[in-house]
């Protein structure tokens, strides 16, 4: 298993694309986040006056004290006072909400773009990554988006409005106090910088390292039969625990970073406040500065400090999400860089299909002409075994079966995986003068491989895989023809269709491409050694249900090393493989 992306990609992109506080593609493949800083920026704004209005309204009491103030200005002053600590209560309370709201839509948009983008790069690309990976990034990566946009964002916007202001105001108060702040502030962020690198990396590591513990419990609990027949299954569980023991002092040097940074940037704070507070009192003392002025200037200077301490502080709690938000926006350059991406839907599709529910024997198929020309499958890397496979060329029309033949690994399934966009190709595939290619599979194709791919659930939902409501009548018909029909639509299954042995497991598939035919979502029927686990009663009815199929009307693929299959085929193609010149 590989991760999201591949690693000198990664590298090459990192400096170019993580440097920036706010990660521009963020704009653009959320659009929710745009109005989220036009929201943040108003209420930055408001909270700015408000601090000001503090420190000020705060001076204004306390030297009036001292002075002697009339009872009723006090009382007007600290109602003032009151109100403004309520206003800045209610402008946290909306940046919060507005943060929590936008979190959510932000999170909504980017799993929808990723998955969008992963269907449009199609399940070639897919296979050569990691979906225990991908899973995680759609799950918990961007759940931590919540630290991103709740806290982090909020204050560096905070910081952008709030500490040039504070800082014009001290200065136009006390230019001495203002030019101590401005002298002082850059070591906020130049320490931010260097901490910021050491936490990026251990962050990095981190969430490489959860990548690569999904990926290994994913991995050892589909293999977990097999680990067991071979006695392996303790070694399995000890690399686990490996790798869970390191993602655990991944973690524990993150908050080890987090701590030490958070340390350092209160220290410096601190430090400049305390210079600043020295000044003034010096300049109290020999009179040059009144109290008032000092008081104000003393009580700004926090905060003036505050914004940018917080950006550090809340870096650390958001990296999780921005190194999710990396992958992401990954998956969706590569997306909109792909050669050929498959168009959605449009409305000529719609022709292509018949009523949704559809019953028994009534809906007539409509099936396509798929015209291959020289097409020579490319799997993988292409090395001397992988160019060997043969180009084919044939032309299959509605109304007829097309058997596939040939010996192990001369590239039967390969063919059909070039159709449904798992592996690359040269050559021409047209379904009705279209490329295939560029089509989404699930518009046209209805496929069932020599792996069934059952999830859990009942037998009836994995039959009517994507209806969001199973039609029982048109289960029970693909049940039927697929010779499943002594398997109970409502048997409920465990991962991977446990419950069912290979043979029933293998006919719920052939239903479930019956299935989208019928259901008028594809006009291609294929199927891969769907008779492998049969025998030859069960093989012969089911060559029957396939002929029928086609004499309704279907345009069928069948790849079988069954010489029975030749009975029901319209033609037959047989692949040889191809000598390579050494």
């Not at 990034?137 to 961007?142: E, H, I, N, Y």
Request: glycine share 8%; with cysteine.
């Amino acid at each position: 298993m590989s991760d999201l992306t591949d690693p000198a990609d990664a590298a090459e992109a990192g400096p170019a694309t993580r440097a920036k506080p706010v990660d521009p593609r963020l704009l653009r493949y959320a659009a929710a986040s745009r109005g989220f800083f036009v929201v943040l920026g108003i209420v930055g704004l408001a909270q700015t006056a408000v601090i000001v209005a503090f420190a000020w309204l705060l001076t204004r009491a306390i030297t009036g004290v001292i002075d002697g103030m009339p009872a009723d200005e006090l009382l007007t002053t600290l109602a003032a006072l009151a109100a403004v600590v309520a206003v800045r209560a209610a402008l946290i309370w909306a940046r919060d909400a507005a943060s929590a709201r936008a979190t959510a839509r932000v999170q909504s948009q980017l799993r929808d773009g990723l998955l969008a983008a992963i269907t449009t790069l199609g399940p070639g690309w897919l296979a050569a990554r990691s979906s225990a990976a991908l899973a995680v990034t759609a799950g918990r990566g961007l759940e931590a988006l919540e630290g991103y946009f709740g806290r982090y964002l909020p204050q560096l916007v905070m910081t952008a409005i709030a500490t040039p202001v504070l800082v014009a105001v001290m200065w136009w108060q006390d230019w001495i106090s203002g030019l101590t702040v401005l002298l002082t502030l850059p070591l906020i962020p130049m320490f931010m910088i260097l901490i910021g690198m050491a936490t990026r990396s251990v962050q990095k590591r981190q969430w490489q390292t959860l990548h690569r513990l999904a990926a290994r419990f994913a991995d050892t609990v589909q293999g977990l039969s097999t680990l067991k027949v071979f006695g392996r299954q303790h070694r399995a569980a000890t690399s686990i625990e490996r790798v869970t023991d390191t993602y655990r002092r991944e973690t524990m040097k993150v908050l080890r970073v987090s701590f030490l940074s958070g340390f350092m940037l209160e220290f410096l704070a601190s430090i400049a406040v305390a210079i600043v507070a020295v000044s003034i009192g010096f300049r109290l003392l020999d009179g040059s500065l009144t109290l008032a002025v000092g008081l104000f200037v003393l009580l700004l200077a926090p905060e003036a400090y505050l914004p940018l301490r917080q950006v550090g502080v809340q870096f650390h709690a958001a990296a999780e999400g921005v190194a999710a938000t990396d992958d992401v926006f990954d998956v969706l350059d590569a997306a909109q860089a792909a050669p050929s991406a498959r168009r959605t839907a449009s409305p000529s599709d719609e022709s292509a299909r018949t009523v949704a529910d559809a019953t028994d024997a009534g809906l007539p198929l409509r099936g396509a002409r798929l015209e291959l020309r020289a097409l020579q499958p490319r799997p993988g890397e292409p090395d001397a075994a992988q160019k060997a496979l043969p180009a084919v060329t044939f032309t299959a029309t509605p109304g007829t079966v097309t058997v596939i033949e040939g010996a192990s690994g001369v590239g039967k399934s390969s063919l059909l995986a070039v159709l449904r966009g798992a592996c690359a190709a040269e050559g021409t595939a047209e379904m009705d003068g279209e490329d295939v290619r560029a089509l989404p599979p699930a518009r046209w194709l209805a496929w069932a491989g020599q792996h069934p791919g059952l999830k859990t659930g009942t037998v009836a939902e994995n039959v009517a895989l994507g209806d969001e409501v199973p039609d029982s009548s048109r289960v029970a018909h693909a049940l039927r023809l697929a010779c499943a029909d002594g398997i109970p639509p409502d048997l409920p299954l465990g991962v991977q269709g446990a419950g069912l042995s290979g043979g029933q497991a293998q006919r719920v598939a052939v239903a479930r491409a019956i299935y989208r035919l019928r259901g008028g979502h594809a006009r291609v029927l294929a199927l891969d050694e769907p008779s492998s686990a049969l025998d030859a009663d069960t093989e012969a009815r089911l060559w029957a249900a396939v002929r029928a199929l086609a004499d309704e009307g279907a345009t069928v693929l069948l790849v079988s090393h069954r010489t029975s299959a030749r009975a029901i085929a319209d033609q037959i193609v047989r692949l040889e493989r191809q000598e390579v010149a050494a």
